[in-house]
């Protein structure tokens, strides 16, 4: 097994200590992402899944516990602790709202200028983040602020991707999107995720579309990792996920039901294509019977 | 009586001093009756938001024309009127809460209309139990979830005792309890208040709770009836950028492979009923 490129061990973050209102945010979480892996987080709101992903560039610091990025510990050194926050790149949710230059351009290269990099690798970089989320160059030279929201969304996830990140974390990337927004942003993501290998973390509260695109699955529930495993596992745990507040995709409900009227179907399905070939498969095997 | 109590005719727009002058709204004619709940579904630029403005006379038209309750929305005398019969809700809470305490924020509509203070007192009381909120009328609204506070704004207009309430995308912020919370105000509001509901909105299985749907696209009306009979048009929706709830889809692939079931199955139930009743005949 390859060893992980970011990890959290027996991490605790308790907001407001030694207050009356403090709270334990996060309780000895143990966290990986591995390479090239399209990893989900699922978990409510108030689950402690943003304060997990704050500390995974060292937004935040640990109330205990660590958190390695490439087996080194980001609050080792100050230069970790960049390095940290320049090898994992977080996109915060509605990042458009954070858009602040006067150009497509200077946004983007804000990221690359900070690494200290030449004029001419910030160019580079600039113009190939432009490209992968489908920004035609013309946009560049224009105000951020005249772009479609969909568009502004695409020009602050390219700020992040020009830093050319190994980990990409994404807090809900989709949200407020209309569905054919919602796949060009996944088929960004999917394209820098392919030619960079880099691990991608996407955040996100649609069980439909955390299913069609992840290899696996962490559940934050209560400042804990709860369940942890392929779509498939994890959503097998309809109960418990019912219980934290979160659900099962539609496909699996619908699935589960045609079961108990009776029907000998294949119940674990999560994806329209995977309900479609269970049902296919039970309809043709009553048909040899 | 005055039925419809939105109507539209030939309605055009275009947004002043852009390029091209592009028509966001093509030509709509609509009726919507008094007591309805109306869901209008569209993709980012389909013109669905600005078909919502039109109905308190936010944008006037462009051409052709726009009444609310009988009154043309360009009659500046009737412009109180107008905003009195319809409310609106935003996408965004935090741009709809001007108040530091919940109750004080609902007062604010009523007391813009002079309304006597006694009166204003039972407005807000009554407003913020039928959102479920009566309870944190004393909170700050910035301490509340983003449900929360769409449900205090929600309450707000209908503190105003508005005939119509029109929602654009009052669930696009919010966490799926959030979500939740929301629909089911905006669902009591008309089953039990009486309120006509006009819900803006790309969420599919949001729109399919409504009694009627809308499609638009391009700035135009392409799709119009009860949603079960407007998601059986899948190709259609999906020319236009639009999915279909899931279970339509299952249905639908089923039918590419040979099938010829009925595409009407919003629900989870309605689907597995459909699928058993395959498997289960000899």
Known sequence: MTSPIIQTEKLCHTYSAGTPFEHRALIDVDFRAYPGELLGI???????????????NGLLKPTSGRVLVEDRDIWESKAATRQARFRVGLVFQYPEYQLFEETVYKDIS??????????????????QAA?????PDKVLDQSPFELSGGQKRRVAIAGVIAMEPAVLILDEPTAGLDPIGVAQIMDNIRDYHAAKNAAIIVISHSMEEMARRVDRLVVVNDGRIPLDGSPREVFAHRAELEAMGLGVPRMTRVFQRLKALGADVDSSVYTVEQAKEAFLSAFRRKGAM | MENPILKTESLTFSYPAEEGSKLVLEGVDLEIQAGSFVAILGHNGSGKSTLAKHMNAILLPSGGKVYVAGMDTTDEEKLLAIRRTVGMVFQNPDNQIVANVVEEDCAFGPENLGVPSDEIRKLVDDSLRVVGMYDYRRHAPHLLSGGQKQRIAIAGVLAMKPRCVVLDEPTAMLDPIGRREVLETVKALNESQGVTVVLITHHM???AQAGRLIVM????????????????QVELLRSVGLAVPETVELLYELNQEGFSLPLDALSDEACAQTLYQLLSKD
């Open chain 1, 131 to 135: 490209a992968f989320v489908g920004l």
């Open chain 2, 217 to 232: 696209s391009e700035g135009k009306v392409i799709s119009d009836g009860p949603p079960r009979q407007v998601f059986q």
């Open chain 1, 110 to 127: 804000f990221g690359p200028r900070n690494m200290g990099l030449d004029e001419k690798e910030i160019d580079r970089r600039v113009r």
């Open chain 1, 42 to 56: 699922i978990g409510h709101t108030g689950s402690g899944k943003s304060t997990l992903i704050q500390h995974l």
């Open chain 2, 205 to 207: 299985d949001e729109a």
